[in-house]
């Protein structure tokens, strides 16, 4: 099997994968429908009142009801085709978006869905982001954070934080000029200092 038919088969597992499907939403609810997208595309999430990650599909308890509060999709394979999950969530405070390769403008369309609660947004090293994709996050009108780096196809870096700034004037906007292992160096710097 040569390296591209290996590519086609992952991109067509992860689409599978990421289908949404209405009916199940119907069955276990959004939050548990959206889970179980999340965890079978590698990321993880909390549980409102939970104080752990979850990221281990075969974890997720048998009951329903729960309520996701956070969402952490660093590496994950999701896709805009399983962003329909978002509909009907209430409690979703804070996304994590980094390192995912599959994630397009047309994904980000969705997180308006979430406004009515999501607080903290980072979206980094995701390839695939453009300028106009970023447009929708000014509909999220209780966002308290935004932190965007590493997002390659945003060359006026300056321009589109002052920009989405004006929107959100309650949120605090931060597109810095580093590459992630920057930003944690610099990180681990300020811990440091007394």
Known sequence: MNHLSKRNIWGWLNTVFNRFDPSRVKDVGPDRACAEWLLRCGAGL????????LTDYNSLPITGGQKIVEI?????AIMDCGFPHFKGLTDV???????????TDSAILYLPILKASLKHLQISSCGNITVEGLQPIKQLSKL????????????NKDEVAQDLQSALPQCKVSFPYALAKE?????EKDKQQP
């Open 93 to 103: 405070e804070k996304i994590v978006f980094h390192k995912c390769g599959y994630l």
């Open 144 to 155: 308290q954070s935004l932190l965007l780096y590493d997002l390659p196809e945003i060359n």
């Open 72 to 76: 952490n999709a660093t590496d994950a």
């Open 183 to 187: 930003l944690i160096e610099e990180s």
């Open 46 to 53: 909390k549980w409102k009142n939970s104080k752990t990650l």
